[in-house]
C-alpha cells in the first residue's frame, strides 16, 4: 500500500540546523516534493528531487535516497519564521496523484 | 501570472445544508486537485480533474462530488453536510501533463464550518 512517515513534531532553536526526515512506501515513484505550509495558510514548494542525492537551495537542502525510500529537508540557520509544517509527498507514476505525509510541525524558540 | 484562487474564503453552514467551493486554476493548468486538511490529519486527496474529466478520486463518500469546466475552473460540492466535514478545503492546479515534475500550486482554501 501507499505509506509515508514524518514526525509529528520538532522542536529546535533559532540559529540551530534541524532534520526533517520522510520515508516513503509507494507503489512508484516519480519525484518527491517538499512543501512548507505556515499555520493558517496554503502549501507552498521548496524542493523536489527525483534523482539520488542533495539538492540545495539556500538555507534549506533536500535528499533523496530511492533504494532506501528516504528523504529529508534540512534547514540551516533558523529563523523564527520558519515555524510552519513542512509537507512530504511523492508523485506515484501511475496516476499523477501527489501521496502526501501528514506533515511535521516544527516549532523554532528563541 | 495569477495565482489559483478560491471562493469563497469563509462559509458557515448547518448539518444537512450543500455547498459548493469553487476554484480557478492558474493559467494554462489544465489539473485541479481538491484536498481536506484538518488539524493533525494532513492532506487528504479528495479528486483530481483532467481537461474536464475526473482522474483520480480518493477514499471520501459520494457526498463529495466536484467537477471541472472547459475554462479549467473546478467546482466541489458537498451534500447533506455533517459535523466532521468542518475542515480546510484547498485547491491546487498543476500542468500534471506527464513526466516527473508534477509541481502542485495551492490556493488559500476555504475554511468550511459546520454546526
Known amino acids: 500500500g501507499q505509506n509515508i512517515d514524518q514526525p509529528t513534531e520538532m522542536t529546535a532553536t533559532e540559529g540551530a540546523i534541524v532534520q526533517i526526515n520522510c520515508t516513503y512506501q509507494t507503489s512508484g515513484f516519480n519525484g518527491l516534493f517538499w512543501y512548507q505550509q505556515h499555520a493558517g495558510e496554503a502549501p507552498t514548494f521548496l524542493s523536489y528531487n527525483v534523482l539520488d542525492g542533495l539538492e540545495e537551495k539556500g538555507r534549506f537542502s533536500s535528499f533523496l535516497s530511492r533504494s532506501k525510500g528516504y528523504s529529508y529537508l534540512l534547514l540551516k540557520e533558523l529563523q523564527m519564521k520558519d515555524s510552519a509544517s513542512y509537507l512530504c509527498a511523492v508523485n506515484e507514476d501511475s496516476n499523477y496523484q501527489l501521496i502526501w505525509g501528514a506533515g511535521t510541525k516544527l516549532i523554532i524558540k528563541p | 501570472k495569477a495565482g489559483v484562487t478560491q471562493t469563497p474564503r469563509y462559509l458557515i453552514k448547518t448539518r444537512g445544508q450543500q455547498v459548493t467551493l469553487s476554484c480557478s486554476p492558474i493559467s494554462g493548468h489544465r489539473s485541479v486537485s481538491w484536498y481536506q486538511q484538518t488539524p493533525g490529519q494532513g492532506l487528504q486527496f479528495l479528486f483530481e480533474?483532467?481537461?474536464?474529466?475526473?482522474?483520480n478520486k480518493g477514499n471520501f463518500p459520494g457526498r463529495f462530488s466536484g467537477r471541472q469546466f472547459s475554462n479549467s475552473r473546478s467546482e466541489m460540492n458537498v451534500s447533506t453536510l455533517e459535523l466532521g466535514d468542518s475542515a480546510l478545503y484547498l485547491c491546487a492546479s498543476s500542468y500534471a501533463t506527464g513526466g516527473a515534475y508534477n509541481e502542485q500550486f495551492f490556493g488559500p482554501g476555504t475554511r468550511l464550518t459546520v454546526l
Open positions: 480533474y483532467f481537461s474536464e474529466t475526473q482522474r
